[in-house]
């Protein structure tokens, strides 16, 4: 069964600092890894989707990674900023139906 | 062009009621997925429609219960509300369900309180 894990549960970190949140998954067999953005009591924003068979993406001061055979991935927030505030969640999609969440890491980027 | 858009934002109802919420997606997807978001977890999948058919079903009471329309707006409908429903319900759309390459869009979610 596939689980999805983020550490850590929280982060507060003051701003200018890059930073770097982390998700495992059990089982490598899956097509494709998203990271969203949550703002409290919103939807979901997509920030970046990996492909199984890539290693990283990039967007602006977002760099996520990929590494199947270890069942890891981790995204990257270079210079961080208060806006940046929010719920992380990563998700592994196992099949052509659903994503599998994380329960997300929780970042305060304080002044 | 709108993103996924969701009705209604916020829902109060009481137990044993019935509950409809709406999905629209985004233009020229035709894929529709449902999550129960629980505060402090992350998103479960409950249903996936795709072109009008059921592809996917996760492990929710048949209490849950959704259906895609010709125009590829869909609605998810709860029975029997427990106080366990509450919850920010999500709904999210894709171009296709290739998996590889389909990055899922999230609306902004109903917000269900069972009293």
């Known amino acids: 069964k596939q689980e999805v894990t983020q550490i850590p549960a929280a982060l507060s970190v003051p701003e200018g600092e890059n930073l770097v949140l982390n998700c495992s998954f059990t089982d490598s067999a899956i097509y494709n890894l998203q990271w969203f953005r949550q703002d409290p009591g919103k939807g979901l924003t997509s920030l970046l989707l990996?492909?199984?068979?890539?290693r990283e993406q990039t967007s602006g001061r977002l760099n996520a990674s990929l590494d199947k055979s270890s069942g890891r991935s981790t995204l990257y927030i270079a210079a961080s900023q208060p806006g940046d505030s929010a719920t992380y969640l990563c998700?592994?999609?196992?099949?052509?139906?659903?994503?599998?969440f994380g329960t997300g890491t929780r970042l305060q980027v304080f002044p | 062009d709108a993103g996924v858009t969701q009705s209604p934002t916020h829902l109060i109802k009481t137990r044993g009621q019935h509950v409809t919420l709406r999905c629209s997606p985004i233009s020229g997807h035709k894929s529709v997925s449902w999550y129960q978001q629980v505060l402090g977890q992350g998103p479960q999948f409950i249903f996936q429609?795709?072109?009008?058919?059921?592809?996917g079903r996760g492990n929710f009471p048949d209490r849950f219960s959704a259906r895609q329309f010709p125009n590829y707006s869909s609605e998810l409908n709860v029975n029997a509300l427990l106080l366990g429903d509450s919850a920010l319900y999500l709904c999210?759309?894709?171009?296709?369900?290739?998996?590889?390459?389909?990055?899922?869009?999230f609306g902004p979610g109903t917000r269900l309180t069972v009293l």
């Open positions: 990996i492909q199984s068979s890539q």
């Open positions: 998700a592994v999609r196992p099949g052509t139906d659903k994503l599998i």
């Open positions: 999210a759309s894709s171009l296709s369900i290739t998996g590889g390459t389909d990055t899922q869009y």
């Open positions: 429609y795709y072109e009008k058919e059921e592809r």
